[in-house]
């Protein structure tokens, strides 16, 4: 077992709660951060912020989205409560007094039964992820602990428990249990051998037989809380929907699933299920994210843009769809936006196994056809894996909440640009490929077609700033063929 305790150097000068600034220290439990808040006080008293979200999250805490608040009043030293480990992430901290608190990781896997202890007072918070065990004992009379969850609180919700006089977690507790007031039922809890470890809340993605969803299928291999279901299996579009599975029991839903034929979308036949796919099913998994506090995962496009803007198309700038297909992405993008807990991944010229522009390009060149193609649409390829990687990224960094582009990395080519190293990477001759204009290739074309936008270069600053570092396009195709 790991114990930690963070008692001070007796031979350094104290640090008093007004000395601090708004920090973390991370502790040997994954998740568990101990953080200092600024006090600021005069012979009134003192005031605090004891939770401040755009400040927090900047410096580092999990976007947690609190939804209700719980107070608890002791009046004797020597109270002590846990250790309960609840299905929620929670802040704690006190209001008034001071308490010793002890975690203990009750989660499946590597760090189960590790210990972390500390004392915290009002410039001491802590945020502890759902599946690590709390308790703690006051040290002053009449102590205010307070604590916010991102849950609201049901009878229904699963505990699970670990007794406070657990031998082999051996909390040190400064008021012996046998001096402290306990509950009976906190003095009943099973011992540590006893407990079930608690199971990673489960991943569930949709689209799993799509190009995205078999790369997602391919990097969360190994990972058994995670269940895949097909468009064919899932109706997206059912009233249905939230009740249709017990959603408690997930932390993330990545939505693979969505309407990609962007030229049939211009029909009137088409074009309503292109609409249903991917705003109105979005906007009912956004539903059902809000209510059960889960992460929604929703894969955009460079279509929501027309192209027009000369620089690299930044997360926040302005929607302009030119086609049926991206109006209705930027419209499931703004839905999806509505859960709290969301992560928007905008993206571009996806390459995954399947049928895709490389695949055509190697097979034309395989039957001795020189193709023309468009060369005057600028954009970056983006392979499925490197997609499926970065979205796995954004959910095990906890990330903030937000919309992320990515593609690959490197220097933005033309699709004729692109041909010709399809030609060349699989020992072809690249000047078969010829250039032409947008309107010049469609300009023969008598079904509907989409309008394109001319630059889909995607700026990757935000994402390469969560520490994600996006494979080199060139490198990517270079492997995808070789492959």
């Known amino acids: 077992m790991i114990r930690c305790s963070d008692a001070p150097d007796q031979t350094t000068e104290p640090v008093t709660m007004y000395d601090k600034s708004l920090n973390f220290a991370s502790t040997p439990i994954p998740g568990l951060q101990v953080w200092d808040l600024p006090v600021h006080g005069d012979h009134r008293g003192w005031f605090k912020e004891n939770w401040q979200r755009q400040k927090m999250v900047t410096a580092g805490l999990p976007d947690f989205q609190p939804v209700q608040n719980n107070v608890s009043f002791n009046d004797e030293v020597g109270t002590t409560r846990g250790i309960h480990a609840e299905p929620w992430d929670k802040w704690v901290s006190v209001v008034t007094g001071r308490v010793f ?22 410039s001491v918070a802590v945020f502890v992820p759902h599946g690590v065990a709390n308790s703690y004992q006051t040290l002053e009379p009449n102590t205010t602990y307070s604590y916010l969850v991102n849950d609201h609180w049901s009878p229904d919700a699963a505990y699970t428990f670990l007794n406070l006089a657990d031998e082999s977690v051996a909390i040190d507790w400064p008021i012996p249990l ?3 007031l306990i509950s009976e039922k906190d003095a009943q809890h099973p011992r540590l051998d006893e407990v079930t470890p608690i199971r990673p809340r489960r991943i569930l993605v949709i689209g799993a037989n799509g190009q995205v969803g078999r790369a997602l299928r391919g990097a969360l291999a190994g990972r058994d809380e995670v269940d895949y279901v097909g468009r ?3 109706d997206l579009s059912s009233d249905d929907l939230p009740s249709s599975r017990n959603w408690r029991a997930y932390d993330v839903v990545i939505n693979a699933a969505a ?16 609409w249903t796919i991917n705003a109105s099913a979005v906007a009912r998994l956004a539903q059902v994210a809000r209510t059960n506090n889960l992460t929604l995962v929703h894969i955009s496009s460079d279509y929501v843009f027309d192209g027009t803007k000369s620089s690299p198309y930044v997360e926040d700038d302005s929607f302009s769809p030119m086609s049926a297909y991206g109006a209705s992405k930027a419209a499931g993008d703004l839905v999806a936006a509505t859960a709290p807990r969301h992560y928007i991944v905008r993206t571009s010229w996806v390459i995954g196994n399947g049928g895709n522009f490389v695949r055509t390009m190697a097979d034309l060149a395989a039957r001795g056809v020189d193709p023309r193609v468009v060369d005057d649409q600028f954009g970056r390829l983006t392979f499925t894996s490197d997609l499926a990687r970065g979205i796995l990224h954004l959910i095990d960094s906890r990330a903030q909440y937000g919309t992320y582009n990515l593609t690959g ?5 033309s699709w004729a640009q692109i041909a010709k190293d399809v030609f060349a990477l699989t020992g072809h001759d690249p000047e078969r ?4 204009s947008t309107d010049e290739y469609y300009s023969r074309v008598e079904v509907p077609v989409a309008r394109r936008p001319r630059n889909s270069v995607l700026d990757l600053s935000k994402i390469e700033a969560t520490g994600f570092s996006p494979s080199d396009m060139s490198e990517s195709l270079r492997h995808h063929l070789g492959s």
């Open 433 to 436: 490929v010829s250039g032409v």
């Open 178 to 180: 046998s001096q402290a």
């Open 259 to 274: 309407f990609t034929a962007v030229d049939r979308a211009e029909t009137p036949e088409a074009r309503p299920s292109a």
């Open 101 to 122: 608190a002890a975690w203990v990781d009750l989660r499946e896997g590597p760090t189960f039964g590790h210990v972390f202890s500390t004392e915290i007072d009002p």
């Open 409 to 413: 990395s490197g220097e933005a080519r």
């Open 232 to 234: 064919d299996e899932f």
